[in-house]
C-alpha cells in the first residue's frame, strides 16, 4: 500500500522525516524555489493560490500523484501519531497510516467544535458571507442531492476541517471532481478582487465546510486522529477576535 500525504507550505519550514509525506510549495508559479517540490508542474491551478491556498496542492495531488492513498497536511498542521515528545514527534507516521488504513477508506482530523455558534454562523460573523451563500446556491443548481446538507452547516456544530484528509485515491478523484466543479463555477460568479487579500482566500475556506458535505453522501468508513499544531495558538487573541466579529461585526484580518 503506498500512502503519499502533501504537506501544504508556501515557505521553508521543518518537515516531518517519514516516507508518508511530501513536502509542497503551494503557489510555486512565478516563485523562487525553497528546495520542496513545487505545485507548478504537470497538470495545475498554482497561479490561483493567492485565493484557493492549499486548494492548489490538493488539485496538484489529484491530478499527478499515483498513490493508493493521497492526503493533504499542512506545515503547521499534521495528523496526530503516538509518539510524545516535540509536535514534530508526534505526526502519524507511514507504519501508522497504513495500520489505520487496512479496513478504513480514509483518514480525516478529529471534528472540531464550535460551542457558542454554529458552522454557518460562525462563518458569516467571522467572514463575508456572499461567497458561501452563493456556493449554496450552485450546490443546488449542479449538486441538489447535497443541497440538504449544505443546509445542515446552519444546525451542526463540529466539522472535519482545515482541507486536511487522507482518501483513497479513487474517493480522492470523486471528490475533487466534486469540489472544484463548484469552485470554479464560484470563481466565476464572486469577483475576488472586491476583497483584500486575506478575504479573498475565501475559496479555501468554504472548502472547509465541504468536505462533510460531500461525506454525507458517501457511507465510506474513515478513522480518525488529532491535529498536532506546530505553533502554539494565541487563544487570547483568537478569542478577542471572535467575540469582537460576533457582537461588532469585525471580521476577521488573519489567521490564527
Same mark, same amino acid.
Given at each position: 500500500?503506498?500512502?503519499?500525504?502533501?504537506?501544504?507550505?508556501?515557505?521553508?519550514?521543518?518537515?516531518?522525516?517519514?516516507?508518508?509525506?511530501?513536502?509542497?510549495?503551494?503557489g510555486?508559479?512565478?516563485?523562487?524555489?525553497?528546495?520542496?517540490?513545487?505545485?507548478?508542474?504537470?497538470?495545475?491551478?498554482?497561479?490561483?493560490?493567492?485565493?484557493?491556498?492549499?486548494?492548489?496542492?490538493?488539485?496538484?495531488a489529484?491530478?499527478?500523484l499515483d498513490?493508493?492513498?493521497?492526503?493533504?497536511?499542512?506545515?503547521?498542521?499534521?495528523?496526530?501519531?503516538?509518539?510524545?515528545?516535540?509536535?514534530?514527534?508526534?505526526?502519524?507516521?507511514?507504519?501508522?497510516?497504513?495500520?489505520?488504513?487496512?479496513?478504513?477508506?480514509?483518514?480525516?482530523p478529529?471534528?472540531?467544535k464550535?460551542?457558542?455558534?454554529?458552522?454557518y454562523?460562525?462563518?458569516?460573523?467571522?467572514?463575508?458571507?456572499e461567497?458561501?451563500e &452563493?456556493?449554496?446556491?450552485?450546490?443546488? +443548481?449542479? *449538486?441538489?442531492?447535497? /443541497? =440538504?446538507?449544505?443546509?445542515?452547516?446552519?444546525?451542526? %456544530?463540529?466539522?472535519?476541517?482545515?482541507?486536511?484528509?487522507?482518501?483513497?485515491?479513487?474517493?480522492?478523484?470523486?471528490?475533487?471532481?466534486?469540489?472544484?466543479?463548484i469552485?470554479f463555477?464560484?470563481?466565476?460568479?464572486?469577483?475576488?478582487?472586491?476583497?483584500?487579500?486575506?478575504?479573498a482566500?475565501?475559496?479555501?475556506?468554504?472548502?472547509?465546510? &465541504?468536505?462533510?458535505?460531500?461525506?454525507? +453522501?458517501? *457511507?465510506?468508513?474513515? /478513522? =480518525?486522529?488529532?491535529?498536532?499544531?506546530?505553533e502554539? %495558538?494565541?487563544?487570547?487573541?483568537?478569542?478577542?477576535?471572535?467575540?469582537?466579529a460576533?457582537?461588532?461585526?469585525?471580521?476577521?484580518?488573519?489567521?490564527?
Open positions: 500500500m503506498k500512502v503519499t500525504v502533501i504537506v501544504a507550505a508556501h515557505k521553508p519550514y521543518a518537515m516531518p522525516n517519514d516516507p508518508l509525506y511530501l513536502p509542497l510549495h503551494v510555486a508559479e512565478g516563485k523562487e524555489s525553497f528546495g520542496f517540490a513545487g505545485d507548478n508542474t504537470g497538470e495545475n491551478i498554482s497561479a490561483k493560490n493567492p485565493t484557493f491556498c492549499e486548494l492548489t496542492g490538493l488539485y496538484w489529484w491530478k499527478n498513490a493508493d492513498y493521497v492526503g493533504l497536511a499542512h506545515y503547521r498542521r499534521h495528523f496526530g501519531g503516538k509518539g510524545k515528545g516535540e509536535p514534530i514527534s508526534r505526526v502519524l507516521t507511514e507504519a501508522e497510516a497504513v495500520r489505520l488504513l487496512k479496513d478504513k477508506d480514509g483518514i480525516l478529529n471534528k472540531r464550535y460551542y457558542i455558534e454554529n458552522l454562523s460562525h462563518y458569516v460573523h467571522t467572514m463575508h458571507p461567497p458561501l &452563493l456556493t449554496g446556491e450552485i450546490i443546488r +443548481e449542479k *449538486h441538489p442531492a447535497y /443541497a =440538504e446538507a449544505f443546509e445542515g452547516l446552519k444546525k451542526r %456544530t463540529s466539522a472535519h476541517m482545515f482541507n486536511m484528509m487522507i482518501l483513497r485515491k479513487d474517493h480522492l478523484d470523486a471528490y475533487c471532481t466534486w469540489l472544484f466543479s469552485l463555477e464560484l470563481e466565476k460568479r464572486v469577483d475576488a478582487t472586491a476583497y483584500d487579500a486575506f478575504h482566500r475565501f475559496f479555501g475556506r468554504v472548502s472547509e465546510l &465541504l468536505l462533510d458535505v460531500w461525506l454525507s +453522501e458517501q *457511507h465510506l468508513e474513515l /478513522a =480518525e486522529v488529532p491535529v498536532i499544531g506546530m502554539k %495558538t494565541n487563544w487570547i487573541k483568537k478569542g478577542g477576535s471572535f467575540l469582537m460576533k457582537f461588532f461585526g469585525k471580521k476577521y484580518d488573519k489567521s490564527f
